[in-house]
Structure formats: structure tokens, C-alpha cells
């Protein structure tokens, strides 16, 4: 079975559950195109890197979710994938979460100058679950109501929403499991 990001659910809420994320490493690669065209784009470099692209050749198992958000105008370099949409329409910052047991130090470099690592703090988060197909009308929709919801339980969004993709391309769509994240402030 596919290894998860570790979380704590902290509290349920109608709609969405608020839950705590502990510092984890990421590999993470910029793309510009669509919603849709991003994820397809990003997921061979990003793979590539699990499967040994990487000093020393080291295959890496794949993790879940691959995560998509919004890329900011620079990449910060420190030492799942996750989807965001950029500060420009149309970039995108694609996330593979690294296995449990790698550091800052024992993480392969990748060998692709378009795939970085780097750690990513502890958080808190709004997370809002849905199986289906992962298009950008259905992650927008539940986006939408994520951030009411979160609103609506006197929350403060503290960062940009990201788009959650927990199965391949080649599972049944009804059985695909999604999520749409906000960091919220603590």
C-alpha cells in the first residue's frame, strides 16, 4: 500500500476536518499550463526522481497525495505531490510528500534542475475530502466551500488552497479519493 502523509486530526467541523500536519520534506517542481495539463506535466520529472533520478541513484517509494497549489513568483530552496496555482495564472507548483525516515541530509539531490526539495514546517490545516474525478470544476466547487466553511467556523485562511490527488490516473474515477486543503492560522 501506498505510504500517506501523516496527519492528527485536531477537530471535525461541518464540512471539513482541521488537522495537524508535522514538518515533512517534499520534492516539488514549477510548471506552467493549466489545472489539468500541470499535473500531467509535472508527474514523469517528479517520478522520474522516485524511480532513481537522483544522487545516488536511489529509488524512493511513491507516497500519497501529489499535491498541486499555486506557485508563488520564486521557489524558497531549503533542504506529496500538491497542487497550487501560481501567483501568475497558469503556473503551478506540483508536490510529491517524501517517505517517513529521509532528513534534510539523507534526501537523494535530484538530478532534474527542475525538481527541488525542501522541508516544509509543521501546520494546521482545513481539509475537505471528495472521491470523483479530479478536475479543476470539481476541486474549484469544493475550494469554494472549503474556505465558507472555514470562514463560517471563525477561522482565518493562512495560506494559498491546495489540490490533493491521492490515486493514479488509471483507478475507476468514482473510487479516486481527493482533498482540498487551507492552512489556517493558529
Not at 476536518?17 to 499535473?39: N, Q
Not at 500531467?40 to 532513481?52: D, I, M, S, T, V
Not at 534534510?104 to 475530502?129: G, K, N, S, W
Request: charged share 25%; net charge positive.
Amino acid at each position: 500500500m501506498t505510504e500517506q502523509q501523516p496527519y492528527r486530526v485536531v477537530t471535525r467541523h461541518p464540512g471539513f476536518e482541521l488537522r495537524r500536519y508535522p514538518p515533512h520534506l517534499v520534492a516539488e517542481m514549477r510548471v506552467e499550463g493549466t489545472f489539468d495539463t500541470a499535473a500531467n506535466e509535472a508527474f514523469r520529472p517528479l517520478a522520474a526522481y522516485l524511480k532513481g533520478a537522483n544522487r545516488p541513484r536511489r529509488s524512493i517509494a511513491m507516497t500519497a497525495p501529489l499535491l498541486q497549489e499555486a506557485a508563488p513568483e520564486t521557489i524558497a530552496v531549503t533542504a506529496p505531490v500538491v497542487q497550487e496555482e501560481g501567483d501568475r495564472p497558469g503556473c503551478w507548483m506540483m508536490r510529491v510528500v517524501m517517505p517517513a525516515g529521509f532528513t534534510a541530509e539523507t534526501l537523494p539531490e535530484p538530478t532534474d534542475p527542475r525538481v527541488r526539495t525542501r522541508e516544509v514546517p509543521e501546520q494546521l490545516v482545513a481539509a475537505m475530502r471528495f472521491s470523483g474525478r479530479g478536475t479543476a470544476a470539481a476541486f474549484d466547487r469544493r475550494a469554494t466551500a472549503l474556505g465558507r466553511a472555514v470562514t463560517g467556523a471563525g477561522l482565518r485562511p493562512a495560506g494559498a488552497i491546495r489540490y490533493a490527488r491521492f490515486d493514479l490516473p488509471w483507478k475507476p474515477w468514482f473510487l479516486r479519493r481527493n482533498e482540498v486543503v487551507l492552512p489556517v492560522a493558529e
